[in-house]
């Protein structure tokens, strides 16, 4: 389907470039008809954080990749206690409880509407620089290709205690599974379609390995989400409710 073919043409290859321009990746794309032109596909990839902090200045401040920065780092001292001495060492309980109990403190702290600030942040900002993404495409390109631009969005969330409903059907959420929200897909819609062609959402657990991969395009989100059987839920939480 679409989600394939989207995907399909962000796995071209890289268009040599001799600066470091943005947006952060250009693909070379071959033509999907006979005699027409190639495609110079532009990446812009950012991320959106479940677990950031409001800052003084209005700013939103991403956390994942500290935690995933000192996770990996109590890994390899985990791993390396282990391989030392073949057994529990006090040095290997130690780094595993600072894990435990900063995934549990990264639990308790994320925050919904703080994820829904976060995802409106990070899409007005790129959103500001669409204009000049598109200019140095065009510069690139000199003419010689059509251009287009895609969003790639690396989601770091935990919402693994959510009840689902869909189809009047109530289960419990697995911890692999993060559900697009209504909000959320709000937010998608106002990317302008016109200059910008893709979305690539990603959604990733910090506490998990697996990924799972949206690929759209900008114009209808909602049919195409419809086509492509995922749903989308309204929020219903202590945050809403106490409001």
Do not use: W
Not at 111 to 130: A, V
Not at 206 to 235: F, G, M
């Amino acid at each position: 389907g679409k989600s394939k073919e989207i995907l399909k043409k962000i796995a071209n290859l890289e268009f040599f470039r001799s600066d470091a321009e943005c947006p952060d990746f250009v693909k070379i794309c071959p033509s999907n008809c006979h005699k027409g032109r190639e495609t110079l596909l532009g990446i812009e990839h950012f991320q959106v954080d479940h677990f950031s902090v409001a800052q003084k200045n209005g700013k939103v401040g991403a956390t994942v990749n500290k935690f995933l920065k000192e996770e990996s780092e109590r890994r390899s001292v985990f791993n390396k206690e282990m391989k030392q001495s073949g057994s529990i060492t006090n040095g290997a309980i130690e780094v595993f409880s600072e894990s435990v109990a900063q995934s549990l403190q990264n639990q308790l702290n994320a925050d919904y509407d703080m994820y829904i600030k976060s995802f409106g942040y990070s899409i007005r900002k790129h959103s500001e620089q669409i204009d000049k993404y598109i200019s140095n495409l065009n510069c690139i390109s000199n003419g010689r290709y059509d251009v287009e631009l895609a969003f790639l969005i690396d989601i770091y969330s935990d919402f693994k205690r959510l009840f689902l409903t869909s189809n009047n059907k109530t289960k419990l959420s697995d911890s692999n599974f993060i559900p697009l929200f209504d909000e959320v897909v709000s937010i998608l819609e106002n990317i302008d379609n016109k200059k910008v062609q893709y979305l690539i959402l990603c959604f990733n657990n910090p506490l998990q390995s697996k990924v799972k991969v949206l690929a759209l395009c900008t114009n209808n989100i909602r049919k195409q989400l419809e086509k492509q059987h995922i749903p989308v839920y309204h929020y219903v939480g202590e945050s809403k409710i106490l409001k």
